[in-house]
């Protein structure tokens, strides 16, 4: 039996990883490492984010010109996640391993744990501000309007051109696929929406559909709505400020992911970032980013302005479109214990950077397989994303 084991192992992990592929999307187009060191629950891991370089004019001298330093930033992605998906197999199922056939408890087990990477990537999204489209209404029935919106919010964000994606969920790829501007991509012979089924790159956004988008949902909290919300600063709240004192009018709850845009004649949005309740007349303290985009004296008023035609406890589908380096993702193989009695191999996928373990363990009269992985993820450039409403 250990022999056959032995054979099976580096088999099915191969197999899981191809699985894993095809149900994580996130993954393969994120800022990710591929460090195959072994960690363990709550190690944080440093992924490096170059810093801006400006250019200079040249003047040749007989010395030579002075350095300029660099500041490069790290991304802290803490490996917070650890997730298994057990199964058991017999005999029958052993020889389908070893004839290259997945076996279909093990395929699901490898799904539970892609959908799982998947959808908890996606729910960092919460972070973006830059937001377009409207909530309950799927987008792309003109591909013009929410999509180059969302592309205009990107390029003012300073987002790179290269490496754009889109993730949307099925009702919005319905509607990108039959959308009338993007089937006239067939007439200059791109047939890739006609024959394929996949929308591909259009206005330089490479697009995918995925499901998990749509139990991805956002509820608003109650104090944003189409009836003006008139808040009032409480003491001096500095430009650039994350954290904001104010005077509430109305009671309420703000959740985080809730965006705002502040009606003065700043353009830009903001996003909640800590939950909070509001309460007529009283001092509420509000964390936001990006900061502040102008100093407000207090007692100045703010008229909060929502995005399109928000109401309060609206649901929205949080379809995508992001640089790859808004978010920074990474998987590590897990710390294994010998001994014991259990077989243990583990394998970094070179594609998706997710590192996959197999663990065997012998029972009364089975055997329980175990693929587990741990990993985690944060979104360290919100300006390099923005969500379109659906």
Same mark, same amino acid.
């Given at each position: +039996?250990?022999?056959?084991?032995?054979?099976?192992?580096?088999?099915?992990?191969?197999?899981?990883?191809?699985?894993?592929?095809?149900?994580?999307?996130? #993954?393969?187009?994120?800022?990710?490492?591929?460090?195959?060191?072994?960690?363990?629950?709550?190690?944080?891991?440093?992924? #490096?984010?170059?810093?801006?370089?400006?250019?200079?004019?040249?003047? #040749?001298?007989?010395?030579?010109?002075?350095?300029?330093?660099?500041?490069?930033?790290?991304?802290?992605?803490?490996?917070?996640?650890?997730?298994?998906?057990?199964?058991?197999?017999?005999?029958?199922?052993?020889?389908?391993?070893?004839?290259?056939?997945? #076996? +279909?408890?093990?395929?699901?087990?490898?799904?539970?744990?892609?959908?799982? &990477?998947?959808?908890?990537?996606?729910?960092?999204?919460?972070?973006?501000?830059?937001?377009?489209?409207?909530?309950?209404?799927?987008?792309?029935?003109?591909?013009?309007?929410?999509?180059?919106?969302?592309?205009?919010?990107?390029?003012?964000?300073?987002?790179?051109?290269?490496?754009?994606?889109?993730?949307?969920?099925?009702?919005?790829?319905?509607?990108?696929?039959?959308?009338?501007?993007?089937?006239?991509?067939?007439?200059?012979?791109?047939?890739?929406?006609?024959?394929?089924?996949?929308?591909?790159?259009?206005?330089?956004?490479?697009?995918? +559909?995925?499901?998990?988008?749509?139990?991805?949902?956002?509820?608003?909290?109650?104090?944003?709505?189409?009836?003006?919300?008139?808040?009032?600063?409480?003491?001096?709240?500095?430009?650039?400020?994350?954290?904001?004192?104010?005077?509430?009018?109305?009671?309420?709850?703000?959740? &985080?992911?809730?965006?705002?845009?502040?009606?003065?004649?700043?353009?830009?949005?903001?996003?909640?970032?800590?939950?909070?309740?509001?309460?007529?007349?009283?001092?509420?303290?509000?964390?936001?980013?990006?900061?502040?985009?102008?100093?407000?004296?207090?007692?100045?008023?703010?008229?909060?302005?929502?995005?399109?035609?928000?109401?309060?406890?609206?649901?929205?589908?949080?379809?995508?479109?992001?640089?790859?380096?808004?978010?920074?993702?990474?998987?590590?193989?897990?710390?294994?214990?010998?001994?014991?009695?259990?077989? &243990?191999?583990?394998?970094?996928?070179?594609?998706?950077?997710?590192?996959?373990?197999?663990?065997?363990?012998?029972?009364?009269?089975?055997?329980?397989?175990?693929?587990?992985?741990?990993?985690?993820?944060?979104?360290?450039?919100?300006?390099?994303?923005?969500?379109?409403?659906?």
């Amino acid at each position: +039996m250990s022999n056959t084991i032995t054979q099976v192992l580096p088999k099915l992990l191969a197999q899981g990883l191809r699985a894993l592929r095809e149900n994580a999307i996130l #993954p393969q187009l994120v800022n990710k490492s591929y460090d195959t060191l072994a960690q363990q629950k709550g190690n944080v891991i440093n992924i #490096p984010i170059p810093s801006a370089i400006s250019a200079r004019a040249v003047t #040749p001298a007989v010395t030579y010109a002075a350095n300029v330093d660099s500041s490069p930033t790290v991304a802290v992605v803490t490996l917070d996640r650890w997730m298994e998906a057990p199964f058991q197999m017999n005999d029958n199922d052993m020889v389908s391993v070893m004839e290259d056939t997945m #076996p +279909m408890q093990a395929s699901e087990a490898i799904k539970a744990l892609g959908n799982d &990477i998947d959808a908890y990537i996606l729910s960092k999204a919460q972070s973006f501000y830059n937001i377009s489209g409207t909530a309950g209404t799927a987008p792309f029935t003109t591909l013009s309007v929410a999509a180059a919106a969302a592309r205009k919010q990107l390029n003012k964000s300073l987002t790179p051109i290269n490496d754009r994606y889109g993730v949307i969920d099925p009702d919005a790829e319905g509607n990108l696929l039959l959308n009338s501007e993007i089937l006239k991509f067939n007439e200059r012979g791109d047939g890739g929406g006609i024959i394929g089924g996949g929308v591909g790159r259009k206005l330089g956004v490479d697009w995918y +559909m995925d499901q998990n988008l749509t139990s991805n949902t956002h509820t608003n909290g109650t104090a944003l709505s189409t009836v003006t919300s008139v808040w009032k600063f409480d003491g001096t709240n500095a430009a650039g400020a994350k954290s904001i004192t104010v005077l509430a009018s109305s009671s309420g709850t703000v959740l &985080i992911g809730d965006i705002f845009g502040v009606a003065t004649g700043v353009s830009g949005f903001y996003v909640v970032t800590a939950n909070a309740t509001m309460v007529t007349s009283t001092t509420l303290t509000v964390s936001i980013y990006p900061g502040l985009r102008q100093a407000y004296a207090s007692g100045a008023t703010i008229t909060l302005a929502t995005v399109g035609t928000a109401v309060a406890g609206e649901t929205y589908v949080p379809n995508l479109m992001f640089h790859r380096d808004a978010f920074a993702f990474a998987s590590r193989p897990l710390q294994s214990i010998a001994g014991y009695g259990n077989t &243990i191999q583990s394998q970094v996928d070179p594609v998706t950077g997710i590192a996959l373990r197999l663990e065997v363990s012998r029972q009364y009269k089975q055997t329980t397989f175990s693929f587990d992985v741990l990993y985690g993820c944060n979104v360290v450039r919100p300006e390099f994303g923005a969500i379109v409403r659906g």
